[in-house]
């Protein structure tokens, strides 16, 4: 933890893009080089912005559902690592949440990766997590979830836990029907290891 600790504190102090944040910069994330599941996700919603806990809102109840973890598991740092794609509250565009300050990942992604040596699993959530994290150009996402055992088992793509995504949800429904459960597993079993 030594050597991130100080970049911890760096990043919880970063103001790069503090300018664009209608709300200010409060980044919020979690991360220990002992985790060994890494939730990568879009940005802190307004709810998270003002609790500063990552995903304490309604997609956080579902994506720890999903993942069959209890809260004090998921928010043990020596388990899981939760770094969003911008570590503060982007702001509301006209159809949700505006995407992640770039400036973000430019700075920090990399060297938090770098420190993130046990990590097994990755979930990577949403359109803007799957740029990143997956080969370019990357597959709609449907497509992308769907073909889920090309990435398996060290990566895992999911639609973003949301409420808005009821509907994608509702006409995918063999997602939560069958790869859930493989999800569910999974995460156990790296987490028995």
């Not at 043990?76 to 770039?102: I, N, W």
């Amino acid at each position: 933890m030594s050597s991130l600790a100080p970049l911890l504190a760096e990043i919880r102090a970063c103001t790069l893009c503090a300018q664009h944040l209608p709300l200010g910069p409060r980044p919020v994330l979690q991360a220990h080089p002992g985790a060994r599941i890494l939730i990568a996700a879009h940005a802190p919603g307004r709810k998270v912005h003002a609790s500063g806990k990552p995903f304490d809102d309604a997609s956080g109840e579902r994506l720890r559902r999903w993942t069959g973890l209890a809260p004090d598991v998921f928010y043990d740092a020596e388990r899981v690592a939760l770094l969003p794609m911008g570590f503060c509250y982007p702001g509301t565009g006209p159809s949700g949440d505006l995407p992640p300050r770039p400036e973000c990942a430019k700075a920090w992604r990399a060297p938090l990766l770098a420190q993130l040596r046990q990590v097994q699993l990755t979930l990577v959530i949403g359109i803007h997590a799957q740029a990143y994290h997956l080969p370019r150009p990357a597959p709609p996402l449907t497509e992308a979830v769907r073909d889920w055992l090309a990435r398996w088992p060290h990566t895992m793509l999911l639609p973003h836990p949301s409420p808005r995504n009821n509907i994608w949800l509702a006409r995918n429904r063999w997602f939560e029907a069958e790869l859930v459960p493989l999800l569910r597993a999974r995460v156990a079993e790296v987490l028995r290891a």
